[in-house]
């Protein structure tokens, strides 16, 4: 099993910054991709940012140039950081952790996720 823990939310002004952290702990050690998302209340949930098993990034064209993730492994632990630079009122939303483990040869996969991190931009 795994857990995966957001930390960081806050409130902001608009053009601050501001850095989320994401820990992944349990059995890590078949994480794969880890991901960054936000939802705001009547929308789907929505890619952020992304970080492939294979090295790959992917981040949403609304924060291309302001948002970047990043990803440190330890024996036990996998962090998955997002720094967020010019942030914007409509960046407002819960940010969720994604973590994706993959369970078997034929590359089956199980997400977990966080309990979400609420962003508030204003000012």
């Known amino acids: 099993q795994v857990q995966v823990v957001e930390s960081g939310g806050d409130l902001v002004q608009p053009g601050g910054s501001l850095r989320l952290s994401c820990e992944a702990s349990g059995r890590v050690f078949n994480i794969n991709t880890m991901g960054w998302y936000r939802q705001v209340p009547g929308k789907r949930r929505e890619l952020v940012a992304e970080?492939?098993?294979?090295?790959?990034?992917?981040?949403a064209d609304s924060v291309k140039g302001r948002f970047t993730v990043a990803r440190d492994n330890t024996k036990n632990r996998v962090y998955l950081q997002l720094q967020m630079n010019g942030l914007k009122p409509e960046d407002t939303a819960v940010y969720y952790c994604?973590?994706?483990?993959?369970?078997?040869?034929?590359?089956?996969?199980?997400?977990?996720w966080g309990q979400g991190a609420q962003v508030t931009v204003s000012g």
């Open positions: 970080l492939t098993g294979g090295g790959g990034t992917m981040y």
């Open positions: 994604k973590a994706e483990s993959v369970v078997n040869v034929e590359g089956a996969r199980v997400v977990h």
